[in-house]
T-cell receptor, first 114, second 112 residues
Framework: EDQVTQSPEALRLQEGESSSLNCSYT??????LFWYRQDPGKGPEFLFT???AGEEKEKERLKATLTKKESFLHITAPKPEDSATYLC???????????????FGTGTRLTIIP | NAGVTQTPKFQVLKTGQSMTLQCAQD?????MSWYRQDPGMGLRLIHY???????DQGEVPNGYNVSRSTTEDFPLRLLSAAPSQTSVYFC???????????FGSGTRLTVV
């Protein structure tokens, strides 16, 4: 069974203080790893897809990296508007009908203090 | 482009009542999914569809039905509401799953 574990559960940073969020996963074969951002009362917003170990993607102050067992979301010099819950999800490589399923972690609630 | 539209935004049901949560997308996406989100449990897949006429069960399908008669619409039916179905429900769509899902704004359902 797919497992996705995110840490920490919550993180408070001062504005400008860089840090990383972790997503560890166990799947028999990874088709894709996804990062989403979710603001309170809203649906998740897609950020990145990573497909293979060693891959990196960047968007503004966010950079996502992938290894064979985990992914990191690095936040550089964050601003208060980066405050949100960040969700990680995996898509398993399967031969049957279930290729389209995503398994989500419980998220990291990030707060950036001005 | 409205994206993914969910209605209603809020709903209170009595135990045993039935209802349909509506989901519509105007992006011609083939893939659509329903998730529920509960505190401490993350998003869990209820049902999904890979195109009109094709649906399959997700992780927590019991008590829910879906159908996909058109590409645009993917309604979720609660057959006989139970307090355990109190949750926030999200509908999502994608042209290809690896491109990332677009989520609706959610329906907050309370069953009393």
């Amino acid at each position: 069974e797919d497992q996705v574990t995110q840490s920490p559960e919550a993180l408070r940073l001062q504005e400008g203080e860089s840090s990383s969020l972790n997503c560890s996963y166990t799947v028999s074969g990874l088709r894709g790893l996804f990062w989403y951002r979710q603001d309170p009362g809203k649906g998740p917003e897609f950020l990145f897809t990573l497909y293979s170990a060693g891959e990196e993607k960047e968007k503004e102050r966010l950079k996502a990296t992938l290894t064979k067992k985990e992914s990191f979301l690095h936040i550089t010099a964050p601003k208060p508007e980066d405050s949100a819950t960040y969700l990680c999800a995996v898509q398993e490589e399967r031969r049957d009908f279930g290729n389209e399923k995503l398994t989500f972690g419980t998220g990291t609630r990030l707060t950036i203090i001005p | 482009n409205a994206g993914v539209t969910q209605t209603p935004k809020f709903q209170v049901l009595k135990t045993g009542q039935s209802m349909t949560l509506q989901c519509a997308q105007d992006m011609n996406h083939e893939y659509m999914s329903w998730y529920r989100q509960d505190p401490g449990m993350g998003l869990r897949l209820i049902h999904y569809s890979v195109g009109a006429g094709i649906t399959d069960q997700g992780e927590v399908p019991n008590g829910y039905n879906v159908s996909r008669s058109t590409t645009e619409d993917f309604p979720l039916r609660l057959l006989s509401a139970a307090p355990s179905q109190t949750s926030v429900y999200f509908c999502a769509s994608s042209p290809v799953v690896s491109y990332g899902y677009t989520f609706g704004s959610g329906t907050r359902l309370t069953v009393v």
